[in-house]
Nanobody, 125 residues
Framework: QVQLIESGGEFVQPGVSLTLSCTASGPISSTNTMGWFRQPPEKEREFVAAIDWDGLSTQYADSVKGRFTISRDNAKKMVYLRMNNLKSEDTAVYYC??????????????????WGKGTQVTVSS
C-alpha cells in the first residue's frame, strides 16, 4: 500500500527557514501531482503548494507565495517544501499528499488520493 511519511517539522522562531520532506513508498506513480496542505489550530485543512509530475508546473497559496518552494525528486520518491521567512500564522500540521497518475496539476484537496499523517511546524518567539 502507498505510504507518505513527512519529516522536518520543528518549533522555530519567526523569520527562520525550514525544509519539510515527504518520502513515498509503495505503488505510487511518479507521474502524478504531489502537494502540501496544512491545518492550523482549530481551522480547516488548507492547500499550500502542489507540483506536477515533471516539476515544471507549480502552484502556491497566496499566503505562502514568494516564501515557500515545492520540489520533487522522482528517483528518490521524495517531495520537499522549503519554507523561508516563517511567520506565526504558518503554525500548523503540514501534510504531504499525492494523486493517482495524472499529468495535470491538481490543487483541490478532494482530488488527492494519498495522505501522510502530518508533521507539526510551530513558529513562535
Amino acid at each position: 500500500q502507498v505510504q507518505l511519511i513527512e519529516s522536518g517539522g520543528e518549533f522555530v522562531q519567526p523569520g527562520v527557514s525550514l525544509t519539510l520532506s515527504c518520502t513515498a513508498s509503495g505503488p505510487i506513480s511518479s507521474t502524478n501531482t504531489m502537494g502540501w496542505f496544512r491545518q492550523p489550530p482549530e481551522k480547516e485543512r488548507e492547500f499550500v503548494a502542489a507540483i506536477d509530475w515533471d516539476g515544471l508546473s507549480t502552484q502556491y497559496a497566496d499566503s505562502v507565495k514568494g516564501r515557500f518552494t515545492i520540489s520533487r525528486d522522482n528517483a528518490k520518491k521524495m517531495v520537499y517544501l522549503r519554507m523561508n521567512n516563517l511567520k506565526s500564522e504558518d503554525t500548523a500540521v503540514y501534510y504531504c499528499a499525492g494523486t493517482v497518475p495524472t499529468k495535470a496539476l491538481i490543487v483541490a484537496r478532494a482530488n488527492f488520493n494519498y495522505w501522510g499523517k502530518g508533521t507539526q511546524v510551530t513558529v513562535s518567539s
